[in-house]
């Protein structure tokens, strides 16, 4: 034996543990705010993270403006029913949508995307129309007591009239999986005509237009940035839905607001329009959507000269149009709307305006 005291040796694990037990006997309320970081950070790992590629989705138009725009597709399993566009407009760290989508599920998806990708709280829904695959999507903010949906009165009522079936339509279409839990939440009737709505791209002025894609169809219009939104009235490689319009309301509805001169188009997806012609080739929205409009209203004028009957209006082909989406399905109900809206116009000697948007 040497005269060297004996030396015992922890192993480091016993040793990190009693130095842990020490410095929390000696700290308290460290080792309590540490339980209490430790479970705040569990439970944010807990909540909903953000949406995979949700950056993706959003296009910035303008500063404060952006859009996911719909699928040029008719409703499937495929698209979910995502066939329309949302519209988010900033202001400071809350944002307005407009249209929040076809159903709970896409709605939570336009939420927090726009919560994760843009660091925006939507504190404000505007329904644009009584349409499903627009405004089946409020069902992702019942639960969300700071935020307002609102809409015209027309369309409130078209909404507690139709909705319930339109449901149930959207779900044979897009599949039970992508409208599960999908409820109908109807909005304030609190839009009218002339509203203003302050955002950080400026000033929007509220415009409704009665009996053209819908009974009210909602278009927001920005001077400043000359801007335009029109999310039922302006569709792009898809084929227009004459089930609750009129024909000739909806040619004076994109004359007018042509008259505006936008530069940006917002409805099933972003376009430039600065004047372009009405033809299909061409990339503005508002052009195309006259330009289909017009060519399927003289399309049946000119069958009515030649002393053709409705029974045959279904025969009535576009060419130009047959690769939109949606040809085969709604072209020919879209004649027969057309023949029933325009025969009285013709026999009382009416015209249809249709020179190009120049």
Known sequence: MTGRPA???????RLWQAAWLLFALLRPGWLEARE?????????????GCPPASAAHWQAIVPGVWLWPGAAQEIGPGNRGQVASQILLRDGDSATLIDPGPSLAHGRLVRESARCALGLTITRVLDSHAHAENVLGNAAFAAFAGVRLEASPATLAGMRARCPQC??????????????GTTVLLPEASLRPGQQLASDSGRWQIMEFRAA?????LVLWNEEQRLLIAP?????????????????????????????RPVWVLGQQ????????????????LAASHGYLCA?????????ELGRS???????????????AGYAERHGFNVQRAWRELEPHWMNGGQVDCTALD
């Open 167 to 180: 449901l149930a339509s959207i779900t044979q279409k897009a599949g039970q999986a992508a409208l599960d």
């Open 213 to 217: 894609h819908s009974d009210s169809d």
């Open 310 to 324: 409705a029974n045959e209006a279904p025969e009535l082909a576009l060419p130009a149009y047959t690769g939109w």
């Open 296 to 304: 399927l209203a003289q399309g049946v004028l000119k069958a009515m």
């Open 232 to 260: 039922s009235l302006v569709y792009q490689d898809r084929i227009p839905e004459l089930a609750q319009g009129s024909l000739l309301g909806w040619l004076a509805a994109l004359r007018q607001l042509h008259q505006l």
């Open 36 to 48: 209490t970081e430790t479970a705040a950070t569990a439970a944010a790992e807990a909540r909903p």
């Open 7 to 13: 030396v015992t040796r922890t192993r480091p694990g």
């Open 270 to 285: 972003a376009s430039r329009h600065a004047g372009l012609s009405a033809t299909p080739a061409q990339t503005s929205g």
